[in-house]
């Protein structure tokens, strides 16, 4: 199997686990009262499925290309839920991860898998997780000032 298919599944896993880990973020955010971190949870939690329908579509193709029908792969979550500046914190870690290292890595290699649409997929993702990892640095930022 390509490194490339590798990293799409990894991809699909992580972007389904973030939307619903944003999803109890949200409920944990609204039970503090937090409105404005509940909002952007759920927001970023539908934009992360999104992603999560792009790479498995993709990884649908691809496998059905090589005649795959399932795939094992490894991966690595977080379990931590904490209160709503903790949760917020995990979520720019997250973010900043994907957009600085996990999604350049998986272009550079897609890129060298001479999928280069592939590539480009994943630099998308990446300027998209920056935004992301924006919001939220603002959100602690006016969070941080009320508390």
Do not use: W
Not at 31 to 38: C, D, P, S
Not at 47 to 74: V, Y
Not at 126 to 147: F, P, S, V
Request: with cysteine; net charge neutral; hydrophobic share 40%.
């Amino acid at each position: 199997m390509s490194e490339t298919l590798n990293n799409i599944a990894k991809s699909f896993i992580g972007e389904s686990v973030a939307a619903i880990k944003y999803s109890l973020f949200a409920e944990i955010a609204e039970k503090e009262g937090v409105i404005e971190a509940k909002n952007l949870f759920i927001k970023t939690a539908e934009q992360e499925k999104t992603h999560a329908k792009i790479h498995f579509k993709l990884l649908s193709e691809l496998c059905a290309e090589k005649d795959l029908k399932s795939l094992k792969i490894e991966v690595e979550l977080s379990t931590q839920l904490g209160d709503t500046l903790k949760n917020i914190n995990a979520a720019i870690n997250g973010e900043v991860y994907e957009f600085k290292t996990m999604y350049p890595g998986f272009a550079l290699t897609a890129k060298n898998e001479g999928y280069h649409e592939i590539a480009a997929k994943f630099q998308a993702l990446a300027r998209a997780e920056e935004g992301h990892a924006e919001k939220y640095t603002l959100l602690i930022k006016k969070i941080g000032n009320i508390k």
